[in-house]
C-alpha cells in the first residue's frame, strides 16, 4: 500500500457517531479488514432454521385442514403421518405420486399456498449455505489476502480519545483509511473505526500474534494509545521486538513514565497533560500562542508543520531558501537539532531533516486567520 500525499482534490465528507461526539472526517468509505456481527453464528443459524420449520408446520396445518382434497392411493385413508410425509415431498419436490390432491381446493392451495412456501424454504437452505459455507469462507480468504499485502500502512493501537482523534486527523490529512488498522479489545469502540473504512481486529495488543497478524515489521509508523501507561509501555516493548526499525509513537499521561516509554523504545512520546500545561502557561503571555498552535498541529487550520528529508535541490541551500516555500525551523543532523538562527542551518546537507511551516489549502486560498480573516496586528 502507499501513502497518499496530503494535497489533492478534496474528499467527501461524511458524518461518524451521533449525538454531541459527532464530526465530520474527509475520506471514501472502503470494504473493512474485518466486520463485526450483528448476531451471533448459532443465532443467525437458529433464525433460519426456526423460520424453514415455521414455515414446514404452517403448510402441515393447511395440509391437515384441508386433508379431505387429499388421496392416498395406497390405503385410500390420509393420517396426520401420511399429511407430514406429503408436506415434506411437496416441498423438496421429490413427489412419488402416492399421495395426490384431488380437488380444486387441494390444488389452488398446492398452487397458491404450498408453491411460494417451497420457494421460501428453498431460498432459505440455500441462503443458509451460501452464508456459512462459501461467503465466510470467501471472507476468510479475503482476510487473509489483505493481511499479506499489508505494507508502509499505519496501526493504531488503543482506539479511545486519543486514538480515534489521531486516526480522523490522518484521515485529514489524507491518508486512506484501507491504510490504518486499528486494534483495540473492545467491539464497541471499533464501530467508529469500521465505519470510517479502516482495517480493523478486535485484539490484544500486547500479544505477540496479534500484531504479527497485522504484519507489523512491514508498518510505516505505529501509534500507540492504550489509555493506560502500563499497558502503553508494555506494547511499545513488544512492538520493538518484533519491529527495531519501525517508528513508534505512544501516549503517556505521568511524567516519569516519559523515559520508561523511551527506554521501551518509543521514538516519540506525547504527554498531553504536560502538553495542556504549557498551552495554559503560554496563554498567560499570549492570547494566540495556544491557538495558533492547534492551527499548527492540525491540517484543518491555516499553516502546517512539516517534517521531511532535505531535498537535493536544496543542498548547500540556507534554511530560509526552502523549494516549497516553507518557513524552515529546525534542521535535525546526526540525531542534533539545529535553530534556524545557527550557523550549520545555512549550508543544508544531504541527510539532513527539516522541520518547515507551510500553509495548507485553506491557508492559500484564505490567507492566515481565523475564517480566512488576518489577526489585528
Known sequence: MSRAHSKGPRQQVERVGSGPGARDVRGPRFQPLRR????????DLSIRLGLALGLIMLVVMIHWWDRDGLVDNLDGEVSFLDV????????????????????????LVEAVIVTPVRFAVLFIFVGTAYNFLIQRSWEKFRMNRIQDQLADH?????YGVSG????????????EPHCIV?????????AEAEALGCNIMAADATRDETLKAVKIDR?????????????????????????????????????????????????????????TGLLLAGSVKGA???????????????VQLVERPVT???????????????????VYRNGEALGFWEDECKNLQAGDIVVEIVPTTDGEERGDGHNGAGMPQ
Not at 84 to 107: E, H, L
Not at 154 to 158: A, E, F, N, S, W
Not at 295 to 301: M, Q, T
Not at 312 to 330: F, H, K, M, N, Y
Open 36 to 43: 463485526a456481527l450483528k448476531v451471533p453464528v448459532w443465532g
Open 84 to 107: 407430514v410425509y406429503f408436506t415434506m415431498i411437496s416441498i423438496t419436490t421429490t413427489g412419488f405420486g402416492d399421495i395426490a390432491p384431488i380437488t380444486d381446493r387441494a390444488r
Open 154 to 158: 499505519i496501526i493504531v493501537l488503543g
Open 164 to 175: 480515534s482523534e489521531s486516526v480522523a486527523e490522518l484521515i485529514e490529512r489524507g491518508i
Open 182 to 190: 486499528v486494534i483495540d479489545p473492545s467491539e464497541e469502540r471499533l
Open 219 to 275: 508498518a510505516q509508523s505505529v501509534l500507540v494509545s492504550a489509555g493506560r501507561d502500563d499497558t502503553s509501555i508494555l506494547i511499545v516493548l513488544t512492538v520493538r521486538a518484533l519491529a527495531p526499525a519501525v517508528p513508534i509513537s505512544v501516549v503517556v499521561r505521568a511524567s516519569d513514565n516519559e523515559s520508561l516509554a523511551r527506554q521501551a523504545g518509543a521514538n516519540n512520546v506525547i504527554n498531553p497533560v504536560h502538553f
Open 288 to 302: 494566540h500562542i495556544a491557538d495558533y498552535l492547534a492551527d499548527l498541529a492540525s491540517i484543518s487550520g491555516r
Open 312 to 330: 537535493a535541490e536544496e543542498c548547500g541551500c540556507d534554511i530560509s531558501q526552502l523549494r516549497t516555500g516553507g518557513r524552515g525551523l529546525r
